[in-house]
């Protein structure tokens, strides 16, 4: 592995993950999801261009981070989990949740206020049939990875009571 030297100079500009650019085959689908479901807002669909797809920003919560920008690509093929997640539930013990996606992207973690919303997501969640992971302790956090309606490997994440 490269080692880098550390940085001397004490403000880099970084200001921290503007967005995440990911694909989907069906943005009206994926924007209902992430706003009735999850409870996001979502941006108002840009034209399609020669360029590129119709496409729009999903923001996660009062936050500076734009969030996620989806583009939508008929033919996008996502590496689904969902199979891996039902294996994984019945096997917490199971290495699934790390080995299966063959793609660079593992997952996009979410951070919630506390327990109390971690929970009634996951209820949520499970109103609407979707897939998630026990709740796991991390320490200082506790989280569980779901997926959303292209199959992308979503986490929720909050301090420790």
Known sequence: MTEYPQAGVPDSGWQGVHHIALVTPDLEA???????????????????????????????????CWGIHFFEYPDARIFESADALRRLSANPQAADLYRFLPGALQHIAFAVRSEQDGLALRRKLASHGVVMTDIYDQGRLRNFIFIDNNGIQLEAAWPKP
């Open 30 to 64: 994926t924007v209902t999801f992430y706003e009735n479901v999850l409870g996001m807002q979502a941006t108002p669909v840009y034209p399609a261009t020669a360029q590129r797809g119709r496409h729009c920003f999903v923001k996660p919560g009062d936050t500076e």
